[in-house]
């Protein structure tokens, strides 16, 4: 069974203080790992697709990185503003079309 | 352009009422997805369509969920006879085929409260 964990679960970072989340998966056949962000009240928001191990990608303060078995997401010098639950997501082709599952996602709280 | 759209974006409605929830995904996207959200969770993935039927409907927990998509559009998810269990927000997503390595663009949810 596809398995993707993400921790921790909870993070609460001063204001530019450097982290990292991790999301950790265990499936048969990956096609893309995905990181979407998800703030109170909304759906979640696109960030980054990931295809193969060493691939990385960087968004403003954002980047994801990938090896065989888990993704990072680092966030160098975080603002209040990046306050929201980052979900990582597996993609993998089953019964001839491409199923995504969820990890439950880290909160991250950022003080000013 | 436009995104996707949930109607309504909040739903409360007793137990053993019947419930729609309406999903209207990006224009030209034929593949669609219904999850379901609990509080402190990740989306669960509950039925996939492509183009006008559904071929995936694993994740549906009962015969009570039922969901269609007619004219390869815009989506229903029905709910009969709802329990408190239900109670959870309900994302739609789509993208453009269903290919591999696709993005899939969700919408805002629709929060189900069932008292």
């Known amino acids: 069974e596809d398995q993707v964990t993400q921790s921790p679960e909870a993070l609460r970072l001063q204001e530019g203080e450097s982290s990292s989340l991790n999301c950790s998966y265990t499936?048969?056949?990956?096609?893309?790992l995905f990181w979407y962000r998800q703030d109170p009240g909304k759906g979640p928001e696109f960030l980054f697709t990931l295809y193969s191990a060493g691939e990385e990608k960087e968004k403003e303060r954002l980047k994801a990185t990938l090896t065989k078995k888990e993704s990072f997401l680092h966030i160098t010098a975080p603002k209040p503003e990046d306050s929201a639950t980052y979900l990582c997501a597996v993609q993998v082709r089953t019964g001839g079309y491409q199923k995504v599952t969820f990890g439950i996602g880290t909160k991250l709280q950022v003080i000013p | 352009g436009a995104g996707v759209s949930q109607t309504p974006s909040n739903k409360v409605t007793e137990k053993g009422k019947y419930v729609e929830l309406r999903c209207d995904p990006i224009s030209g996207h034929t593949a669609l997805y219904w999850y379901r959200q609990s509080l402190g969770q990740g989306p669960e993935f509950l039925i996939y369509?492509?183009?006008?039927?559904?071929?995936?409907d694993s994740g549906l927990p009962n015969d009570r969920f039922f969901a269609v998509r007619p004219e390869g559009s815009v989506s229903t998810l029905k709910i009969q006879r709802t329990e408190r269990g239900d109670s959870a927000v309900y994302l739609c997503?789509?993208?453009?085929?269903?290919?591999?390595?696709?993005?899939?663009?969700f919408g805002p949810g629709t929060r189900l409260l069932v008292l």
């Open positions: 499936v048969s056949g990956l096609r893309g």
């Open positions: 369509f492509q183009g006008t039927g559904a071929a995936d």
């Open positions: 997503a789509s993208s453009l085929t269903g290919g591999q390595q696709e993005t899939q663009y």
